[in-house]
């Protein structure tokens, strides 16, 4: 006979071949459903490197460092960072109604705030764009107000499950002393949440500013705006400056919220 612990061992691994057969064939369904010829991949990327190196190569720094994509770069700084502190400064009274445990009211409150934070993400914020700008017209004001409604569904979703995780102990001691519910948010809720909300405000700028680089290209002004219009008069080497330019700027923003949530961390420690 079998030891004990290969006889409880035995199924469990039935199961997770089981699920990784299930998913290989999933796998091979969809490939089939969306018609996807495989047989085409191996010369993908030659053929990619052949139209890059006619048609894209060498990029036009010149268009780039032209006056009106040096405003428009500034104008996308600008566009992130109004969008961030605005969708930040709605999404935390939002993640406070919005969690289980610590919202002051259970039947209507929560069901509205946690329904604003999820139309808000699901969403897309091109889609965003799109809507916004058919109804206020071009230009960064439906942008900002595009990012600002990604902001408070990204933000909002991380800040709430902060919310929820926090320890009851110090809440059950302040609701002792018979605070009431904005007191017990300030006084227990805030002090454990304060440094995991700054880091999710930092990531949250990141992710914000990413999407502000390209929401131009549907009329919302910034540097997708320049994107646009060298797609569309077949500018492909300016094409090529301006993604490989949005590519470092956002690579440069990355390695400036990891510096900072860095410092917070050790600041913390």
Known sequence: PLPQWKRFRFPHS????????????GLQWALEVLRIDVDRLPGLFERIGTVLARRYWPPDWGHVLQADFLNAIVDTFQMSYVATVVGLLVAVPLSWFASFNMTP????????????????????????????????????????LAMTLFCIGFGGKLMTEAVESVRKGPIEAIRA???????????????????????????????VFR??????FFGAGGMGHHLRESVQRVQSREVAAIILTI??????????????RGRIARAVA
């Open 105 to 144: 009211e259970r039947r209507l409150l929560y069901p509205l705030s946690r329904l604003f934070i999820m139309s808000s993400r699901s969403v897309h914020e091109m889609i965003w764009t799109i809507v916004l700008v058919a109804v206020v017209g071009f230009g960064m004001l439906p942008g900002t």
């Open 247 to 260: 590519v470092a700027i956002v690579i440069a923003a990355e390695l400036l919220s990891a510096w900072v």
């Open 177 to 207: 002393t018979g605070a009431g519910h904005l007191q017990t948010f300030v006084y227990a809720v805030l002090p454990q949440v304060r440094v995991a909300w700054a880091g999710i405000a930092i990531y949250t700028w990141d992710v």
């Open 14 to 25: 039935l199961i997770k071949y089981g699920v990784l057969l299930v998913a290989l064939y």
């Open 211 to 216: 999407a502000s680089t390209v929401v131009g």
